[in-house]
């Protein structure tokens, strides 16, 4: 939790604040609420529609290859993200994001190339910059928070990010049990209800998007102070930022040293959307178990992401963290390269669930640990940092979605051993490095 930093001068008597106005901690605090529950009625739509994608839209592939086609595109837009975020305001940026996820699942009332390959397109620049301006709200509102109540920033970072990771990670658990009640397995291979489900799914949409409206404006750099309705940065420095945040992979070795685990977060997510529901849930337990399976790995990425968000203070409990996370991940891919057959009936159904659990503590711890150490270690430049850390999950989320179609499974979870076994090397270098020249806002 955050601690407490001691004044060393006296406290005022009388309060600056009207009393009409909320205490700021306060409006800190609500704006994480209204974000966090905003982003889970979006995402247990959209969530819950992506992981149908392979085994609704199996005609020509055309569920896996809009997929890999939206993450083309979220990779390519991802590029100018943060000079968008940065000339809109990441408010607005979150607001209209929203659309595309919107759009996207409105697209599957009448799956087909023609309005599937449309709506991810749009889908890829519209998770750009709700993602970019996801990070820089969150971290800015953090930061706010920290120094308005005299708290430690990087415990801040880590306590805010916990609770949006975990109110997220909640997504996959609530859309999947609506898909689990919803969908049922028909003759011949078919699946009943999915018109119901898709309808469900963009009413609940609309009331995460008019949520958005309720936050207050921030601006995406502050180090300390917040501001409201700030004037956003001119044409010309947004540009320099933009090629600054571009090439900061090359030159800066911190961010070098990070983007092999940022990459691998990709591709354990996509991993999951679609090899484990396609060749590990469906052939055991049929569509209709994947609702379930997928509830069970959001509930545990939950769980895990409000405790690892809570443990986080610095560098060292990240290091920690990261650590167990790797751990579980490692013993899941070993599992499924042992390949063993999976029995029928309760017993299969608990060791799938078992599965997706511990695919659920790897997501969930890291999703908090990569946003919390961006958010300490660039400062400078907040929005450059996120939209890297969007680059290169959705570069590999495509390359996953593109080409896993096209090898075994087992070579795939090959692949993803020896790449997770290669990043956290690399993570455990870089918090070697910024160990050594450890400072009070990156290291416990």
């Known amino acids: 939790m955050a601690s407490v930093i001691p004044r060393d001068e006296e406290t005022p008597l009388v309060a600056d604040e009207s009393p009409l106005q909320p205490p700021k901690s306060m409006s800190h605090t609500k704006d994480v609420h209204i974000l966090s529950l905003a982003f889970l009625l979006i995402f247990l739509a959209y969530g819950a529609a992506q ?7 199996t005609e020509e592939d055309l569920g896996t290859t809009s997929l890999g086609i939206l993450y083309l595109s979220f990779t390519f837009f991802s590029l100018v993200a943060s000079l968008v975020v940065r000339v809109v305001g990441s408010k607005n940026a979150l607001i209209v994001g929203t659309s595309g996820y919107w759009l996207y699942v409105a697209a599957n009332l009448k799956p087909n190339w023609y309005t599937l390959v449309p709506a991810s397109l ?24 920290a120094t308005d109540n005299n708290l430690h920033e990087g415990a801040v970072i880590g306590d805010f990010n916990g609770e949006f990771w975990a109110v997220f990670a909640l ?4 859309g999947n049990l609506i898909t689990f009640a919803l969908l049922s397995d028909g003759q011949e291979g078919s ?19 008019i949520l958005m409206c309720f936050l207050r404006k921030r601006t995406g750099n502050s180090k300390g102070k917040y501001e409201l309705s700030g004037a956003d940065a001119g044409v010309y420095s947004s540009l320099k930022s933009l090629c600054r945040s571009l090439t900061s992979a090359l030159s800066d070795v911190k961010m070098l040293l990070i983007i092999p685990l940022i990459a691998y977060s990709g591709l354990q997510q996509a991993f999951v959307w679609a090899e484990f529901t396609k060749y590990v849930v469906t052939p055991a337990i049929g569509v209709s178990g994947v609702g379930s399976t997928m509830a069970s790995y959001g509930a545990f990425d939950g769980i895990c992401s409000l405790i690892a968000g809570r443990l986080t203070s610095g560098l060292t409990s990240i290091t920690s963290i990261v650590s167990v996370g790797a751990f579980v991940q490692a013993v899941v891919l070993i599992l499924l390269l042992l390949n063993f057959s999976i029995p029928s009936g309760l017993l299969g159904t608990l060791y799938l669930l078992f599965l997706a659990a511990l695919l659920g503590i790897g997501d969930g711890v890291l999703m908090t640990q990569l946003n919390a150490l961006l958010g300490m270690l660039f400062k400078h430049d907040t929005e450059g940092a996120f939209a ?20 075994s499974f087992q070579a795939v979870v090959v692949i993803m051993l020896v790449f997770l076994c290669f990043s956290f090397c690399s993570f455990l270098w870089l918090a070697l490095k910024v160990g050594k020249a450890s400072s009070p806002s990156t290291s416990e």
């Open 388 to 407: 890297q850390l969007k680059i290169w999950q959705s570069a590999t989320i495509a390359i996953m979605f593109f080409f896993a179609p096209h090898i």
């Open 122 to 145: 749009y889908l890829g620049f519209c998770a750009s910059i709700i993602w970019v301006g996801q990070g820089t709200y969150l971290t800015s509102t953090a930061r706010s928070h």
């Open 51 to 57: 992981n149908l994608q392979s085994t609704l839209n």
């Open 191 to 209: 699946t009943n209800g999915t018109t119901l489900l898709f309808v469900v799914f963009l009413c609940v949409m609309t009331f995460g998007a």
């Open 171 to 174: 997504h996959q658990f609530i």
